[in-house]
């Protein structure tokens, strides 16, 4: 199996920037694609973006061109830059990985995620 970890996240003002990490141990050779997720209070879990096991990123209408997903296979991190932050960027940002487990089947796991504060 395998278990997420953020971190990165904080306390920022309107227009600054923030790198979230995420590190991925255990069988991580299970993992394909990896997104990352964020959530305010009082609304659902929404998408970010998603980052494919050869790189290959999409990202929701609300980021704007302005974050960035990567990641480090051989480090087993996904990043998410962050430039250009807005009040309404404010949740909590959690790391997800689809783990393929056979031919047919997969599964997902998350982190425990980590807040982004922006202030105006």
């Known amino acids: 199996q395998v278990q997420l970890v953020e971190s990165g996240g904080g306390l920022v003002q309107a227009g600054d920037s923030l790198r979230l990490s995420c590190l991925a141990s255990?069988?991580?050779?299970?993992?394909?694609?990896m997104r990352w997720y964020r959530q305010s209070p009082g609304k659902e879990r929404e998408l970010v973006g998603t980052?494919?096991?050869?790189?290959?990123?999409n990202y929701a209408l609300f980021v704007e061109g302005r974050f960035t997903i990567s990641r480090d296979n051989a480090k087993n991190t996904m990043s998410l830059q962050m430039n250009s932050l807005k009040p309404e960027d404010t949740a909590v940002y959690y790391c997800?990985?689809?783990?393929?487990?056979?031919?047919?089947?997969?599964?997902?796991?998350w982190g425990q995620g980590t807040l982004v504060t922006v202030s105006s």
């Open positions: 980052i494919t096991s050869d790189g290959s990123t």
């Open positions: 997800n990985a689809r783990l393929v487990v056979s031919i047919e089947a997969t599964v997902e796991v």
């Open positions: 255990g069988r991580t050779f299970q993992i394909n694609a």
